[in-house]
């Protein structure tokens, strides 16, 4: 299958149209709302649960925007809804009630947050809640696993990799080199077969990125873009962009 026209169609709000400073924290309810007002596809995460649930997070930890602590993987999905956020009444999400809230007006872009361990059950989560939501949906991954997972298990749903020309930062140490040579590259591309790629708008352009739209047609999404020089790039290199901090065309 072909990606989608809506998926390039509209810029897509990072984490939803979020602004700490009006208190409108990322992957919330009312981020979502603000995005779906400005007519902007949404970009999300998900994390798993210790019961198996998909929750829209993006940190595997709570801290950075919650009270509390521990791994979101610890804990089930009601005690993340009892999580009290910083600066917001809001409760944490599940996929199904994002589902819910969006109901179709605009396309979801979801990302599937990994360990790298060959966990798939956050995959097989989202593909029972995607089968009966008829909005628009792409998914997402940068572990290539879980985009041959969702290869296996949602086929007729768009799904992307998420990557960046090099692996060496701290954030990566985590995986083996074996695990970080095959990121490399899209070398993985003809396992996984990748309706789109979504990259870093920093190492753009790149080689793996231009075959990838060039040569095989591949739409290219570019993250996350915040200043005008970012904006510049994206505009240049890829056929749109995963955004925050400003709303286009505002």
């Not at 990748?194 to 920093?202: I, L, Q, T």
């Not at 047609?217 to 505009?235: D, I, N, S």
Request: hydrophobic share 45%.
């Amino acid at each position: 299958m072909r990606a989608p026209d809506w998926l390039t169609a509209r810029p897509v709000a990072h984490r939803g149209l979020h602004d700490f400073a009006r208190g409108i924290i990322e992957n919330m309810p009312a981020a979502v709302t603000a995005a779906i007002a400005g007519n902007f596809a949404i970009e999300v995460d998900l994390q798993l649960t210790a019961d198996g649930e998909a929750m829209v997070h993006h940190d595997d930890a709570l801290g950075r925007l919650t009270e509390g602590s521990g791994t979101l993987l610890g804990k089930t999905a009601a005690e993340l809804k009892a999580v009290n956020f910083r600066d917001t009444s809001e409760r944490m999400m599940s996929l199904g009630d994002l589902c819910a809230l969006v109901a179709g007006r605009v396309p979801l872009v979801i990302e599937v947050k990994s360990h790298f361990d060959g966990d798939r059950r956050l995959v097989a989560r989202m593909a029972e809640v995607l089968s009966g939501y008829s909005g628009p949906a792409a998914v997402m991954s940068f572990d290539p696993d879980q985009v041959l997972a969702l290869r296996q298990t949602i086929p007729d749903r768009p799904r992307g990799i998420i990557a960046q020309a090099n692996y060496d930062d701290a954030y990566w140490y985590k995986l083996t080199p074996e695990q970080r040579r095959g990121m490399l590259h899209l070398r993985h591309a003809f396992r996984t077969r990748p309706h789109f790629v979504a990259f870093w708008v920093n190492q753009l352009p790149a080689p793996a990125p231009w075959i990838a739209r060039h040569v095989f047609g591949l739409p290219l999404l570019t993250w996350t873009v915040r200043t005008p020089e970012q904006r510049e790039r994206a505009a240049r290199y890829a056929d749109q962009m995963i955004f925050e901090g400003f709303v286009p065309g505002g």
